[in-house]
């Protein structure tokens, strides 16, 4: 895209926040960018703080943002059920969408393949954004680590599984047979 020729030149601006005003970048050509680097933000729904760089890119009719995040959030070790605190990368490209073109005044349709987030109030707020991409990004069977000591066992007698598996274990199945 011949429009990214000057994001070396763009500056990069801190935010400690994940509400963004984009009112001024949407009266600007397609290609403007505006950079940041998000610094220990807070959003509703979201456990940990957001870090990492932002890019947000005025398209045709959208703002691109481009996010290389990181943020944490606990979860329980699968194998010992104590709360751990896990780091998350959060990396993605969502477009957001004014209802309305600043200039003309024509009322904007996100294209279904291009649908995304609402630019509500001049602002886009990363927040849902991130909250999903940390969901997403939550490992299915998190672990405290290599040295997990898995559960407690000594005061249990034979846990449920093992007698399910011994009937599984019971059952004869002849590849062969017919
Ligand atoms: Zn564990």
Known sequence: ?????GTANTPVRR????LINVSTLLQEPIGSLRRFDV?????SGINGAVNGSLRLLRTDQSILATAE???SVTDLCGGCL????LDLELSFDEEFWPSMD????TVIE?????????????????????????????PMSPRC????????????????????????SALKIDPEGD
């Open 15 to 18: 935010t400690t926040s994940l």
């Open 69 to 71: 995040l990181s943020s």
């Open 110 to 138: 996100p294209p279904p393949e291009r649908a995304g987030f609402a630019v509500i109030d001049g602002q886009i707020d990363l927040s849902e954004a991130v909250r999903q991409y940390v969901e997403m990004g939550r």
């Open 39 to 43: 610094d220990g933000a807070r959003g």
């Open 145 to 168: 680590g290599s040295d997990c000591p898995g559960l407690d066992t000594s005061t249990s007698t034979e846990p449920l599984v093992d007698a399910r598996w011994a009937a599984l």
């Open 82 to 85: 104590e709360e751990i605190e």
């Open 1 to 5: 895209m011949t429009a990214e020729g």
């Open 102 to 105: 600043f200039i003309t005044g």
